[in-house]
């Protein structure tokens, strides 16, 4: 899921990543890196900037550019973990921090995101404008990131991607941050969970409930690491800020598979409604 908000972010310093490779230092591991135990409460809120003063869970999960070291800061004051999300394996035209691509480097359009294509992710300069990302996560005082659309390889993205591209990337990725102090989870991808659970610090689900899927997520639980799950039991309902029916919110909220994650409802635009669980 991916916001399309303009973002007010300016050009992160020094970083001009239009068709040039940039090699950007790795920093010694640094301890401790958050591990995110089982059962946290949490929040998806990326249509618009987070509300500092009024956390809804224990993490935050927002977007990385449309949000202030500001708000971050009071975030953590509020004792709430913040998630930075950046989509790691697109091109967004209103990103400002990497225009004009080589063709090269981006693939098909998103199907139903206007704006958006897949990106090379064995690109070195589009390896390069995520390291930047990264950096800016930890710039901003994140405590982890959360990359998106990595699984370019199980759509038409136009450029041959495979699943062991997306296992090197996401590696390439969780060197990245942990480097800066950050966790970082993986998202959906869910045929290359079982390869990257050492790697990944927690997992991000959306809809495994209704597709009957979060079985998959064994290792995780086994290893006691957080998987932070969100369904969409109304879609695209124009009646969306209404109560979930008690029986689809049920059936969620029991579902085997899936009593140790951090389950969520939301509607589509992941704006400020929510239901919990156990509310």
């Not at 495979?162 to 869910?190: P, Q, V, W």
Request: hydrophobic share 35%; net charge negative; glycine share 8%.
């Amino acid at each position: 899921m991916t916001s399309q908000t303009l973002p007010t972010k300016t050009l992160l310093a020094g970083v001009a990543l239009a068709c040039t490779t940039i090699a950007l230092p790795t920093l010694p591991r640094q301890s401790p890196i958050w591990q995110p135990p089982q059962g946290l409460t949490w929040d998806y809120h990326l249509l618009n900037p987070a509300s500092a003063t009024t956390p809804t869970a224990r993490v935050m999960a927002i977007d990385l550019f449309d949000n202030t070291p500001s708000t971050i800061t009071a975030l953590h004051s509020a004792n709430t973990k913040v998630i930075c999300y950046f989509s790691a394996g697109s091109y967004e035209n209103w990103r400002p921090d990497w225009t004009d691509p080589i063709p090269s480097d981006v693939g098909n359009d998103l199907d139903g995101w206007e704006g958006e294509k897949w990106a090379g992710i064995r690109s070195q300069t589009v390896r390069a404008v995520m390291a930047a990302r990264i950096a800016l996560a930890q710039e901003k005082g994140c405590d982890a990131v959360d990359p998106d659309n990595i699984d370019g390889y199980n759509n038409e993205d136009g450029l041959g991607l495979t699943s062991g591209d997306s296992e090197d990337f996401m590696r390439f990725l969780a060197t990245e941050a942990h480097g800066r102090g950050l966790a970082i989870g993986l998202k959906n991808s869910l045929e290359i969970v079982d390869s990257l659970t050492g790697d990944v610090d927690f997992a991000v689900n959306e809809q495994c409930h209704e597709f009957s899927e979060c079985d998959v997520y064994g290792d995780f639980v086994e290893t006691g690491k957080a998987v932070f799950h969100v369904e969409y039991p109304k879609g695209e309902d124009v009646d969306d800020e209404m109560p979930t029916d008690p029986d689809v919110k049920g059936d969620i909220c029991g579902d085997a598979a899936s009593r140790t994650f951090s389950t969520i409802m939301k509607n589509m635009d992941l704006d400020q409604w929510i239901e919990f669980c156990d509310a």
